[in-house]
């Protein structure tokens, strides 16, 4: 194609810039309350503020006609009853929660919205909000020198988002995710802004294909859309884990996975025949590698018929599944939304005669090109489809599956546009919208339909769900991958900022394709990125059809004993990830972090991508290049613990430090302590024995936090959990701790032990007030 060569910037090709054509709203005329709800009249539309609770404020700014406070399928929470009164003073209006405060300048019409302190947040600028008569909406604000941008779902790139653009706009993209590429697979249209004043974000909640523009100005940003209302809520924060526990207040928090589903996960574009799948699983077992996890990805199916399997690739699913069960693997089918057309077929039977499938207005089905050829595509917006589709996954659940993956559900269609006509008509349960306005929440809602119906079905099991494409709130049914990536070095190196910057977006479940997923991966990718994988709160290796097989032998034994090793990491690691899974479902706050998070005062941690942190006390810098053994790792203020070689290194301060290849660099915090288990061969082997590791610090306190369940129903919710809190303080001379814990959970291990790392001799342990023996220098068993 002529434009991929120079001709693309032919001079005689190049477009004039055009003045952008958009007008302001006008000033505000009149206003009224309505209960919770201030009600102004602009020269165009109407502007509505509502609190959702002290610390969340909707603004929204209809330029075409009334405010409808709508809401997008995102929102999970509805309006408290916040109290306040509106105060006049003829130029200004203002509405103060005990949290923020918006101030509406009436003419021009100048939205402000401050903090209790009166420090601002959120200012427009002059340009304010505008329109074009063609229905696009555009906000700007301010952008002050010491602002930086987290947040913003799947994008390239490194971790703050200042100086970038970016698109909205759900996104098969199978060519090589580059720093320019922009759409993917995710859209989540919020973010938070981090200064030295302190932290709040902002949620865009349009559904419309819409742009974000950090860059073209040096001092504001834009947030706009191609349609719909300038509708947002800003978060008061002040902290960044405050603005994280306000987002996901509002688009809801992850459930807590099923602990299969923390495991390793192994995956293949495809593992075609139930003996490739068998031979697969024998060789991990032959190999004393742990596995938790098979993918089947589309060969499995009959014809790429959905809710199918092929009679003569997969003669017996049902014995296959079950006998894996009992190996302690769970087996997790692959589910695109395309339904094949096909009269004799049962699904798009239903779908047509019970009128389920996206239709054009005047009545006819729409049909694009998917793997099955010509199919239909669920109406996912409406509810009747959202629960046959759920309904039908009865047929996985009597096969004995608890899991599902959701591919090509932005939705992706083979053609021009890569996705569905825009002007298909979505049902939207009695309020009809075009597909232009729905497709990114088109994938959010077939996970709904997916993750809700499954759950109806595995009486009380914890379902797990997988899915590519997804809008804010797709927390509360998936965990994402990061869709097609490659076996390249820069890959393995952007999918860091890349989870990073969907934890910070309410998605804590997240990771790539380990080991790449197009293009031929090599050994030292392979271990190097495993050992990323083994930290990374989903951890999938998977692979495409056509290129090199990536199983964890297959680069020879050098690369296999490294992998090994991290893979039975990932499994010791286990306790504490699962601490943290549920912390994120609880408070919103992601499993790995950036370094920001947990150091926001720390200016050398505003873009620091290359590494990142699990929980709140400990730093992975990982190996993220080829043919090298030194990088440089950045560790925060605190001394920090080696991991593997209780060396105690300084923070504050860069080191470089020697990595050979079956080193993954892990710090803790000194004074810090984290839970680990012991290696097992899947997720279904009984835990026996626990251990606290407890790095000595003196003049230290730290409370550390350790959640048990039974890992695979829904029990907890009636209070079958165990939490333990044990604050740890330690001096020149004693440890002393103080347990607690809360529940009645009977976790299964035999043995629970304390062991200490850095401990100096002499140093006396109690807990509870009751003096330790050791059973040799900082080994303690203890019944707790
Ligand atoms: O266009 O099902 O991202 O993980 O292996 C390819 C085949 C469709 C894309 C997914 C990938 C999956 C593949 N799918």
Known sequence: MLEDTSFAIHPGGQQKLTSSGYKPVGPLQSYQLAGNVFRGKTDRGELAIVFYRDDIVRIEMNPFGEAQLLHSPAIAAEANQVLYRPEDTGETITLSSQKLSVSIQKQPLLITVMDQNGRILVQETKKGMAYKETKEV????????????????????????????MVMWNSDVYAPHNPETDSLYESIPFFTTLSKAGAHGIFFDNTFKTTFDLRSEEDSY????????????????????????????????????????????????????????????KMFKEKNIPLDVVHLDIHYMDGYRVFTFDPNRFPNPKQLIQDLKAEGIHVVPIVDPGVKEDPEYHIYQQGVREDLFCKYIEGSIYFGEVWPGNSAFPDFTSEKARKWWGDNHQFYSDLGIEG???????????????????????ENDGDPKTHRELHNVYGLLMGKATYEGLKTKLNGKRPFLLTRAGYSGVQRYAAVWTGDNRSFWEHLQMSLPMVMNLGMSGIPFAGPDVGGFAYDSNGELLTRWTQVGALTPFFRNHSAIG????????????????????????????????????????????????????????????????????????????????SDEYRVVYLPKGDWYDYW????????????????????????????????????????????????????????????????????????????????????????????????????????????????????????VSINGEVLQARKHGLYQINL
């Open 222 to 281: 834009s947030f706009a859309s191609e349609g719909g209302a300038i509708n947002y809520y800003v978060f008061a924060g002040p902290t960044l884990k405050q603005v994280l526990e306000q987002y996901t207040h509002l688009t809801g928090k992850s459930p807590i996975p099923p602990k299969w589903a923390l495991g390793y996960h192994q995956s293949r574009y495809s593992y075609e025949t139930e003996q490739e799948v068998r031979e697969l699983v």
């Open 404 to 426: 599902i993956w959701n591919d090509m559900n932005e939705p992706a269609v083979f053609n021009e546009t890569k996705t569905m006509d825009l002007k298909v008509m979505h």
């Open 645 to 764: 070689t209780g060396e105690k290194l300084a923070g504050g301060t860069r080191h470089l430090i020697q990595v050979p290849l079956d080193t993954l660099p892990i710090y803790v915090l000194a004074g810090t302590a984290i839970a680990h288990g012991p290696v097992r061969m899947s997720t279904e082997e009984k835990e026996t024995e626990r251990t606290v590791h407890i790095y000595y610090q003196a003049e230290s306190e730290y409370t550390f936090k350790m959640y048990e369940d039974d890992g695979s129903t829904f029990d907890y919710e009636n209070g079958s959990f165990i939490d333990y809190s044990f604050t740890i303080e330690q001096d020149e001379t004693s440890v002393n701790i103080s347990a607690q814990k809360q529940g009645n959970y009977q976790p299964d291990w035999e043995r629970f032990e304390l062991k200490f790392h850095g401990l100096p001799e002499n140093i006396r």
């Open 138 to 165: 555009i906000c700007y604000k301010n952008m002050k020198e010491d602002e930086h941008f987290y947040g913003f779902g799947e994008k390239t790139g490194f971790l703050d988002k200042r100086g970038e653009k």
């Open 547 to 626: 290129f090199l097989r990536q199983e964890p032998w297959s680069f020879g034994k050098k690369y296999e004993e490294v992998i090994r090793k991290y893979i039975q990491l990932r499994y010791q690691w286990l306790p504490q990830l699962y601490t943290l899974f549920k912390e994120a479902h609880d408070t919103g706050v992601p499993i790995m972090r950036p370094l920001v998070l947990e150091y926001p005062e720390d200016e050398n941690t505003y873009n620091l991508y290359d590494q990142f942190m699990i929980g709140d006390n400990v730093v992975v810098a990982p190996i993220l290049k080829p």
